[in-house]
Nanobody, 115 residues
Framework: QVQLVESGGGLGQAGESLRLSCAAS????????MGWYRQAPGNQRELVAT???????NYADSVKGRFAISANTARKMVYLQMNSRQPDDTALYYC?????????WGQGTQVTVTS
């Protein structure tokens, strides 16, 4: 059974940095990509950043230049370095892993940014 566990969320002020981590356990055949999504109250879940097993990254326009995603697919770990955070970054952040056969989600970690 595959489980994804996020950590590193919390409360902070605008401008501060924060690093999210996600650890996947269980057997995942052929990871294609790993990533982070977020959902703010009243909004739909949206992509934050993804990284393929080849290291290609994709970012939402709202976080480009501020956030950086990295991963170790062999260890099934993915990270999100959040710099220059803004109040609009407040959301529940979800880890996602896509394989050739399925997609997996974590339970989410809350990130709150105050002005």
């Amino acid at each position: 059974q595959v489980q994804l566990v996020e950590s590193g969320g919390g409360l902070g002020q605008a401008g501060e940095s924060l690093r999210l981590s996600c650890a996947a356990s269980g057997t995942i055949f052929r990871i294609v990509s790993m990533g982070w999504y977020r959902q703010a109250p009243g909004n739909q879940r949206e992509l934050v950043a993804t990284i393929t097993r080849d290291g290609n990254t994709n970012y939402a326009d709202s976080v480009k230049g501020r956030f950086a995603i990295s991963a170790n697919t062999a260890r099934k770990m993915v990270y999100l370095q959040m710099n220059s955070r803004q109040p609009d970054d407040t959301a529940l952040y979800y880890c996602n892993v896509k394989s050739l056969y399925s997609a997996y989600w974590g339970q989410g970690t809350q990130v709150t940014v105050t002005s």
